[in-house]
């Protein structure tokens, strides 16, 4: 949409450089560059304004919008509410989930400073 918008607000200029009916540069947005033929003509002392100059410059300008119409709703307060919460619950449905794993392993046991067995005499027969 923001693309769409860009490219209908703003003005394009395509200019082209024909030689002797063929297209030999184009441009956008700049003047296309010329294949020295007036430079050459120059040199050789004839005048560039003839008629019967092969080069041609076309140019072809798109304007674009200048009035656009920037309606901005607004929205009440459970309006606002709705729209944060939908939001941020949808956005959480794609961040990723880190499992962490408790290592006990490389805690021991407690020391028993006696037998409790033997203690409370309580014995398996």
């Given at each position: 949409?923001?693309?769409l918008?860009?490219l209908?607000?703003?003005?394009?200029?395509?200019?082209?450089?024909?030689?002797?009916?063929?297209?030999?540069?184009?441009?956008?947005?700049?003047?296309?560059?010329?294949?020295?033929?007036?430079?050459g003509?120059?040199?050789?002392?004839?005048?560039?304004?003839?008629?019967?100059?092969?080069?041609?410059?076309?140019?072809?300008?798109?304007?674009?919008?200048?009035?656009?119409?920037?309606?901005?709703?607004?929205?009440?307060?459970?309006?606002?509410?709705?729209?944060?919460?939908?939001?941020?619950?949808?956005?959480?449905?794609?961040?990723e989930?880190?499992?962490?794993?408790?290592?006990?392993n490389f805690?021991?046991?407690?020391?028993?400073?006696?037998?409790?067995?033997?203690?409370?005499?309580?014995?398996?027969?």
């Amino acid at each position: 949409m923001a693309l769409l918008l860009l490219l209908s607000t703003i003005s394009w200029t395509v200019e082209k450089h024909l030689c002797m009916g063929r297209v030999l540069d184009i441009a956008w947005f700049d003047s296309a560059e010329d294949c020295g033929m007036e430079a050459g003509l120059a040199l050789l002392g004839d005048s560039i304004q003839d008629e019967n100059h092969c080069c041609a410059n076309e140019s072809f300008t798109m304007q674009g919008q200048d009035n656009l119409n920037l309606n901005i709703p607004t929205f009440d307060f459970s309006q606002q509410v709705f729209l944060i919460s939908f939001t941020t619950s949808y956005l959480g449905l794609f961040q990723e989930t880190v499992e962490k794993n408790i290592v006990i392993n490389f805690y021991p046991p407690p020391l028993l400073a006696e037998d409790l067995n033997i203690l409370h005499q309580f014995f398996l027969i």
